[in-house]
């Protein structure tokens, strides 16, 4: 069984940064692409990034792209969002994927 236990959101001003960390279990990670995906309330579910298995190529949606870093540690079974100069517009729940499987998700709220 696929699950998928996210953490590390919160409260942050804009311009700060925060890492999140999804932690997977019950299929091969190691041999797994994953994904990050976010949502408003009211709005579609938004890709973010990609990363392959190996975790030596990466993927970002365009207004993401040189802010937010995606890695992986196939040892710990966990994979990364690390996000920088984070706007207002950022603010949402954060879930990582796998072939459209998702955990709970954390909340990311930037604010002054």
């Known amino acids: 069984q696929l699950q998928f236990v996210e953490s590390g959101g919160g409260l942050v001003q804009p311009g700060g940064s925060l890492r999140l960390s999804c932690v997977a279990s019950?299929?091969?990670?190691?041999?797994?692409?994953m994904g990050w995906y976010r949502q408003v309330p009211g709005k579609r579910l938004e890709w973010v990034g990609s990363?392959?298995?190996?975790?030596?190529?990466?993927k970002y949606f365009p207004s993401v792209k040189g802010r937010f870093t995606i890695s992986r540690d196939n040892a710990k079974n966990t994979v990364y969002l690390q996000m920088n100069s984070l706007q207002v517009e950022d603010t949402a729940l954060y879930f990582c994927?796998?072939?459209?499987?998702r955990g709970q998700g954390t909340q990311v709220t930037v604010s002054p």
């Open positions: 994927d796998r072939a459209g499987r």
């Open positions: 990363i392959n298995g190996v975790g030596n190529g990466t």
């Open positions: 019950g299929f091969d990670f190691s041999s797994a692409a």
